[in-house]
């Protein structure tokens, strides 16, 4: 399993951003780049749901409900992924988990606590 640290979350107001940070700093380079990453969120009582994921060669997929107001994004170097959350609403308030995708197995990170409101 890839051990995967998260942060970033916190109270924001509607509109503002957050930039979340999924880091997979003892994963080796050829590990890291060779993952799938995505975000999925998940308010109480609700199902997780899938928000945005990235390959391994870049390429993106977004969640109907934050296309072109999410990006999701991966750091080689640093061995990180992310997720800036741009004009967020109060329906994006859930808790936020990292998962990674690495030869056929799965792994998630902690989750973070994302809450818009005014």
């Known amino acids: 399993q890839v051990h995967l640290v998260e942060s970033g979350g916190g109270l924001v107001q509607p509109g503002g951003s957050l930039r979340l940070s999924c880091a997979a700093s003892?994963?080796?380079?050829?590990?890291?780049?060779?993952?799938?990453m995505a975000w999925y969120r998940q308010a109480p009582g609700l199902q997780r749901e899938l928000v945005a994921q990235?390959?391994?060669?870049?390429?993106?997929t977004y969640a109907d409900s934050v296309k072109g107001r999410f990006t999701i994004s991966k750091n080689n170097a640093k061995r990180t992924g992310y997720l800036q959350m741009d004009s967020l609403k109060p329906e994006d308030t859930a808790v936020y988990y990292c998962?990674?995708?690495?030869?056929?197995?799965?792994?998630w990170g902690q989750g973070t606590q994302v809450t818009v409101s005014s």
């Open positions: 003892r994963a080796i380079l050829s590990t890291f780049t060779a993952l799938t």
């Open positions: 998962n990674v995708l690495f030869q056929g197995s799965s792994s």
């Open positions: 990235i390959t391994p060669h870049g390429t993106t």
